[in-house]
DNA sequence: AACAGATCCAACCGCGAAGTT
DNA sequence: CAACTTCGCGGTTGGATCTGT
């Protein structure tokens, strides 16, 4: 570049503006949406109908702007499911998952999936707390305290697991595989020291040529839908059951935990979210990877 | 009522992919 | 085909609001 475009591209630099957005600028970027469609984001600012960069614009019109978004809508059970249930199969692919969601975008699938990690963390460190309050649960006063010391699998990187990997990390984690009906929690009895119980997880279809599932989203979205999709679709052979440990101290956080099991849908409320277990199971690392 | 911590969410940044010149 | 631009995605941040003490 020479010295006269790079002066240039420094003054426009200077004069992008940041921050909140005013009233005024999402109706000239609705105008503009309107006359050539959602693209050409980088002419909004070119032909100076906005002080933003075109990166801006866009972020603003997908994430705030667009006429089809749930604004202001909590997700819904079904949504929060939604969202574990592909968090389990793509991973953080969150434009990918919000594809799923109509209204949503990939920021409200990230901030909620954020928020829920957040919020177990604190659970599952306060429940693991020697001398935690027994006061409210949503309220810690370690909140600098790394919450996953006795988790060795969340202290290691972030990694995309092949099917084998992920099967394999499972395993080593929990080495009982049973299948049991999703959700079920499964209290060995007696319980040794060392096997705390389990809370089971299925395992995602692994793929078969004469099953859809996989293969169209909007199938598999209208499936997880029925009332039936969770019975009939873990229910099921093909598929194995991840366990994951849970501490007695979740059994006395007022879940509707009664004796052997507990109902899955009493596990996707506001104020008990251990299902959010299924982002520790998905994020183990290879064992190779376990130090 | 005041404060602190938790939660939510809008917006930014860096990076890589895709498209264009 | 290389250089450049634009776009889209995922991660992160910071401010506003909510909630509990």
Same mark, same amino acid.
């Given at each position: 570049?020479?010295?006269?475009?790079?002066?240039?591209?420094?003054?426009?630099?200077?004069?992008?503006?940041?921050?909140?957005?005013?009233?005024?600028?999402?109706?000239?970027?609705?105008?503009?949406?309107?006359?050539?469609?959602?693209?050409?984001?980088?002419?909004?600012? /070119?032909?100076?109908?906005?002080?933003?960069?075109?990166?801006?614009?866009?972020?603003?019109?997908?994430?705030?702007?667009?006429?089809?978004?749930?604004?202001?809508?909590?997700?819904?059970?079904?949504?929060?499911?939604?969202?574990?249930?592909?968090?389990?199969?793509?991973?953080?692919? =969150?434009?990918?998952?919000?594809?799923?969601?109509?209204?949503?975008?990939?920021?409200?699938?990230?901030?909620? =999936?954020? /928020?829920?990690?957040?919020?177990?963390?604190?659970?599952?460190?306060?429940?693991?707390?020697?001398?935690?309050?027994?006061?409210?649960?949503?309220?810690?006063?370690?909140?600098?305290?790394?919450?996953?010391?006795?988790?060795?699998?969340?202290?290691?990187?972030?990694?995309?697991?092949?099917?084998?990997?992920?099967?394999?990390?499972?395993?080593?984690?929990?080495?009982?595989?049973?299948?049991?009906?999703?959700?079920?929690?499964?209290?060995?009895?007696?319980?040794?020291?060392?096997?705390?119980?389990?809370?089971?997880?299925?395992?995602?279809?692994?793929?078969?040529?004469?099953?859809?599932?996989?293969?169209?989203?909007?199938?598999?979205?209208?499936?997880?839908?029925?009332?039936?999709?969770?019975?009939?679709?873990?229910?099921?052979?093909?598929?194995?059951?991840?366990?994951?440990?849970?501490?007695?101290?979740?059994?006395? /956080?007022?879940?509707?935990?009664?004796?052997?099991?507990?109902?899955?849908?009493?596990?996707?409320?506001?104020?008990?979210?251990?299902?959010?277990?299924?982002?520790?199971?998905?994020?183990?690392?290879?064992?190779?990877? =376990?130090?």
């Amino acid at each position: 570049m020479d010295g006269k475009r790079r002066m240039l591209h420094d003054d426009e630099l200077r004069d992008i503006k940041k921050g909140p957005w005013k009233v005024e600028e999402d109706q000239v970027l609705i105008n503009h949406v309107k006359k050539y469609g959602p693209r050409d984001w980088s002419s909004i600012r /070119s032909k100076g109908l906005l002080r933003r960069t075109g990166k801006s614009c866009r972020l603003r019109w997908v994430n705030k702007l667009r006429p089809d978004l749930k604004t202001g809508v909590k997700f819904s059970a079904e949504e929060e499911r939604t969202v574990i249930d592909l968090q389990a199969q793509f991973g953080n692919k =969150w434009a990918k998952i919000a594809t799923y969601l109509p209204g949503r975008t990939d920021n409200d699938v990230k901030n909620f =999936w954020s /928020s829920r990690q957040k919020r177990l963390a604190r659970i599952l460190h306060t429940s693991t707390a020697p001398s935690s309050s027994t006061k409210s649960h949503k309220t810690t006063k370690h909140p600098q305290t790394p919450p996953f010391d006795f988790i060795p699998s969340l202290k290691a990187p972030k990694l995309s697991l092949s099917r084998e990997e992920e099967f394999a990390a499972k395993s080593q984690l929990c080495p009982t595989i049973e299948t049991v009906p999703f959700g079920e929690v499964v209290y060995p009895n007696p319980v040794p020291v060392d096997q705390q119980p389990y809370v089971s997880f299925p395992q995602f279809p692994i793929l078969q040529p004469d099953y859809p599932l996989l293969l169209e989203g909007q199938d598999f979205i209208g499936r997880l839908g029925a009332p039936s999709f969770l019975d009939y679709e873990f229910g099921h052979s093909a598929l194995g059951t991840a366990q994951v440990p849970i501490t007695p101290s979740f059994q006395a /956080s007022g879940t509707s935990v009664s004796h052997d099991t507990v109902d899955i849908d009493s596990l996707i409320d506001d104020d008990f979210p251990p299902i959010d277990l299924f982002d520790q199971i998905e994020q183990l690392p290879s064992p190779s990877h =376990w130090s």
